[in-house]
């Protein structure tokens, strides 16, 4: 168990649907991390927030955003969903920000239909 | 532009025997490196990581990894494979050069592990 929890497991909705995934980091960690795995993508570095701030965007899309808060759980809100979007979403936390190992969460997997 | 590589998608062995899967990196700068593995359904783990120093850096379940800056290389070494350590394994890099909140992962190399 790395500490780091994602809500919900499961998520199945349709296209054009807005979901949002949960992250908590373990306690103590300041850096959250969100990525998403697909089969064709590979695991794709999509945004890193540090103590509340955008530290750092990679491949995310503008249907996608996210947001940490004063407790440091972490959301990422994914709209006008599509097929493609189908993945397994996952959340890590770190310590800071610099050459600290990341530890992954179990993952959300989204399915769109 | 920073990426790193694992030039093998599948990589076979037989238990007991020593394993090696590869990565290679391009950084414009100084990197930290590191290893995940993934179980099936389940998230990464950290096996270890090199910031700086040996470049002989030994981490978790008996793996080892070898920093080579010369061939910008950091593959995973294990000396005797198990086969539980069949799985799924990352190799990731940050670039102290870039906007090092970046991480980048390599595609992953399935090992397989045979008895």
């Known amino acids: 168990d790395s500490g780091v929890t994602q809500t919900p497991k499961h998520l199945i909705t349709a296209t054009g649907q807005r979901v949002t995934l949960r992250c908590s980091p373990r306690s103590g960690d300041l850096s959250v991390y969100w990525y998403q795995q697909s089969l064709d993508q590979g695991l794709q570095f999509l945004i890193h927030y540090y103590n509340g701030e955008e530290r750092a965007k990679g491949n995310i899309l503008e249907r996608f955003s996210a947001q940490q808060f004063p407790d440091l759980h972490s959301e990422l809100n994914l709209s006008s969903l599509e097929l493609g979007d189908s993945a397994l979403y996952f959340c890590a936390s770190s310590a800071g920000t610099s050459g600290d190992e990341q530890f992954f969460g179990p993952g959300t997997r989204l399915t769109v239909l | 532009a920073q990426s790193v590589a694992q030039p093998e998608d599948q990589v076979n062995v037989a238990e007991g025997n020593p394993l090696t899967v590869k990565c290679t990196y391009s950084?414009?700068?100084?990197?930290?490196l590191f290893w995940y593995v993934q179980y099936p359904n389940r998230g990464l783990q950290f096996l270890l990581k090199y910031i700086t120093g040996d470049n002989l850096v030994k981490g978790s379940y008996g793996f080892e990894a070898e920093f080579n800056k010369s061939q910008t290389s950091f593959h995973l070494k294990k000396p005797s494979a198990l086969v539980s350590d069949s799985a799924l394994y990352f190799c990731?890099?940050?670039?102290?050069?870039?906007?090092?909140?970046?991480?980048?992962f390599g595609s992953g190399t399935k090992l397989n592990v045979k008895p």
């Open positions: 990731a890099v940050r670039d102290l050069n870039d906007n090092f909140n970046k991480f980048y």
């Open positions: 950084v414009s700068g100084n990197p930290y």
